[in-house]
C-alpha cells in the first residue's frame, strides 16, 4: 500500500504552468525600467518566459549554470525570473546599491556566465566587467532602438530573443535542484550565497499565501515594491501567480508619487520595508490623498514603528501584516496576523500585538534558547537567541563546507527575540547591537520605534555608547522630518513615557542623515565610525 501517489516534482515552472491554465487572462501590469506602461497577462507572461528559456538553450545554458540578473520589479524581469530557472539554469540576482567589490565578489563566488541588466545599470556593471573573467554573454534588457552605447559586447534583450518563439518545454529535472541564488548584505566580511531549490521555493510559496500569512486570493491585485533581488523577492513572485492574482510591477521609480500612481491600478496588497511607507504617509498626508483599493500593506525588512501601523489602519483603513524574515529563510518566518485569542483583545492591546513580527506558519519552526542552546520560557518577556528550521531554511552557504546550523540542527537567526504563549515573536535586536548597560539589556529596536511616534522625526537609530560604569549607554541619533525642528528634551520625555528611566537614552543627536547598507537597513557599524570621525562625546 506504499508509494501509490504520483510522483510530482516541485518545480517553479508548474507554478507558472498554473498561472497560465486556470488564470491566463489575470493582469501582470506596472512600468518598464524606461517607464513606459506595460499591460500583459500570465498567459502572455508564460510563452516570454518560454523564449527566454529557449535563448539560454541556444547559448548553451543549462543545468546548473548560474545566470545574474541585476534590474528592477518589471513585466520583464518576471520573464526573466521563470526563464532562467525553465531552462535548468541558477537565477542570481544582483543589488545595484553594494559596493563594486562585493558585486565583484558575489559574481565571481557564485560563477555567473551570462550576465542580464536593465539599460540604466549597466554602468554600474560596465565599471567592473574587466574583474568578471567568468561573465561570457552581456544581455541589456531593453528594445533595439533603445540599446545603450557601450565597450561590452553586449546585445539587446530583443535582439537576444530573435528567432525564439515560446514553441518548447520546460527543462525537467529534481526539485532539489538549484534554482535560485540570493547574497546577504555582508555587513561583517563577504557576502554569504544563500541557495534555494525548486523545493524550497514551491513550499515556501505555499506558505506566503496562506490566510494567516499573505492570505493571497485570486481577487487580489500584488504590487512588490520591495525588489525582486532583495532576499527571494520575499516570495512575491512566486505567490502570487500561485494564487493566481493579479501583479502590478512598480519598475524603478519608488518615489512616493510614483507608487501611488501605480496603487491606483487596484493594488489589494503591497509589501516593502518601512522607509517606503514612511515617504508615502508624508505624501498622502501632504497631498491629501486616500487609499481606495488597498486593503492590507505587508511590512518588513526592519522593525515597524507604532506609528506608521497606527496611519495606516486608522487614517486610511489599510492592515498592516508586520512581517519578519532573513535571507536565509527564503525569507518569510513570520507574520502578524490575528489569531482568535489577540482578535478578542481590546484596540490598543491590538496595536501591542502588531508591534511584534507575528506568529509562524507550518513548514517554520522557532525557538528561543539562551547561549548555551537551552529552550527559553515563551513568556512574552524572556529573550534568547531566536532559532529556526524547515524546508526552506537554509542548512549551508553556497561554497561553505561547514553546514550553518547549531549542535542541535537549527539554523541561528542572529536575531535576539521573545515569544509569548500564543507565538507570537517580538524582536528585540540583532544580537550585534542590543545595548548592554549595567548587566541589563536595552532594546534598540525599541527605542528607535518609540522615537519615530514623535510628529518631527523622519528616522531614528539607537546604539550602545561605552561607559566607565555602566559598559554602555544608549544614545539616539535623529533625522528631523523636513522643515521641523525637534526639542532633545520632548523626545526623550516620549521615551520617558514607554521605557524605565535608565533605559532612557542619555542624548539624541541631530544629524541629516542616517547611514544604511544596500538593502535598506540602517547601517550601526557605519554610524558608529562616523560618530568616532566626529569625535562624539557622551555626556557624563
Known amino acids: 500500500m506504499h508509494d501509490l501517489m504520483q510522483d510530482w516534482e516541485m518545480r517553479v515552472t508548474h507554478i507558472l504552468d498554473h498561472a497560465a491554465r486556470y488564470h491566463a487572462g489575470r493582469r501582470l501590469a506596472g512600468r518598464s525600467a524606461e ?57 542570481h540576482t544582483l543589488n545595484p546599491r553594494l559596493f563594486a567589490d562585493q558585486l565583484v565578489y558575489i559574481i565571481n563566488h557564485a560563477g555567473d556566465t551570462v550576465m542580464m541588466v536593465d539599460a540604466d545599470l549597466l554602468p554600474v556593471l560596465e565599471a567592473i566587467a574587466d574583474r568578471l573573467p567568468k561573465v561570457r554573454r552581456w544581455i541589456v534588457l531593453t528594445d533595439t532602438a533603445r540599446m545603450p552605447a557601450t565597450a561590452l559586447p553586449a546585445i539587446s534583450y530583443e535582439d537576444w530573443l530573435a528567432g525564439t518563439d515560446g514553441d518548447t518545454g520546460w527543462t525537467e529535472g529534481s526539485e532539489r535542484d538549484a534554482c535560485g541564488i540570493c547574497y546577504t548584505s555582508g555587513t561583517t566580511g563577504n557576502p554569504k550565497g544563500v541557495v534555494y531549490t525548486h523545493r524550497s521555493n514551491v513550499l515556501h510559496a505555499l506558505t506566503a499565501q496562506a490566510r494567516d500569512m499573505f492570505g493571497l486570493a485570486s481577487s487580489d491585485t500584488l504590487m512588490p515594491v520591495v525588489p525582486l533581488f532583495h532576499a527571494n523577492g520575499w516570495s512575491c ?50 497631498n491629501r490623498l486616500d487609499l481606495p483599493h488597498l486593503d492590507r500593506v505587508v511590512i518588513g525588512g526592519s522593525s515597524c514603528p ?72 515563551h513568556d512574552g518577556r524572556t529573550q534568547g537567541r531566536l532559532k529556526a528550521r524547515g524546508p526552506a531554511v537554509l542548512r549551508r552557504y553556497l561554497n561553505e563546507e561547514e553546514d550553518a546550523l547549531c549542535p542541535e540542527g537549527w539554523f541561528d537567526t542572529g536575531d535576539m527575540a521573545t515569544m509569548d504563549a500564543h507565538g507570537y515573536v517580538r524582536i528585540t535586536d540583532r544580537s550585534k547591537d542590543v545595548i548592554k548597560s549595567g548587566g541589563e539589556w536595552i532594546s534598540s529596536i525599541a527605542l528607535e520605534n518609540a522615537a519615530v511616534g514623535h510628529p518631527d522625526v523622519a528616522e531614528a537609530a539607537a546604539i550602545g555608547i561605552p561607559h566607565p560604569k555602566w559598559d554602555e549607554r544608549p544614545l539616539l541619533v535623529v533625522v528631523p522630518r523636513p ?36 538593502t535598506g537597513k540602517i547601517s550601526k557599524l557605519t554610524l558608529r565610525r562616523q560618530l568616532a570621525e566626529m569625535n562624539y562625546v557622551a555626556p557624563e
Open 237 to 286: 513572485a512566486y505567490s502570487a501567480p500561485m494564487s493566481g492574482a493579479a501583479m502590478v510591477m512598480p519598475g524603478r521609480d519608488m518615489s512616493p508619487a510614483g507608487l501611488y500612481e501605480m496603487l491606483s491600478l487596484g493594488v489589494t496588497i503591497t509589501a516593502a520595508v518601512p522607509t517606503i511607507w514612511l515617504g508615502l504617509l508624508r505624501y498622502l498626508e501632504e
Open 35 to 91: 517607464g513606459d506602461r506595460i499591460d500583459t497577462t500570465y498567459g502572455a507572461l508564460r510563452g516570454a518566459a518560454l523564449r527566454v528559456t529557449q535563448a539560454l538553450r541556444r547559448d548553451g545554458i543549462g543545468r546548473g549554470d548560474v545566470v545574474g540578473v541585476m534590474a528592477w520589479n518589471t513585466p520583464r524581469m518576471m520573464e526573466v525570473w521563470y526563464g532562467v530557472p525553465g531552462a535548468g539554469a541558477v537565477l
Open 306 to 377: 507604532r506609528a506608521v501601523i497606527e496611519a495606516f489602519q486608522e487614517r486610511y483603513g489599510v492592515q498592516v501584516l508586520h512581517a519578519w524574515g532573513m535571507t536565509e529563510m527564503s525569507p518569510l518566518g513570520t507574520v502578524c496576523t490575528f489569531k482568535p485569542e489577540v482578535a478578542a483583545l481590546g484596540p490598543e492591546a491590538r496595536l501591542d500585538t502588531q508591534e511584534t513580527v507575528g506568529h509562524p506558519p507550518f513548514m517554520i519552526d522557532l525557538a528561543i534558547t539562551d547561549d548555551a542552546g537551552r529552550p527559553l520560557p
Open 483 to 518: 522643515g521641523r525642528h525637534p526639542d532633545k528634551r520632548d523626545i526623550l520625555d516620549l521615551i520617558a513615557t514607554r521605557f524605565a528611566r535608565w533605559q532612557v537614552p542619555d542624548d539624541v543627536l541631530f544629524v541629516s542623515e542616517i547611514p544604511h547598507t544596500a
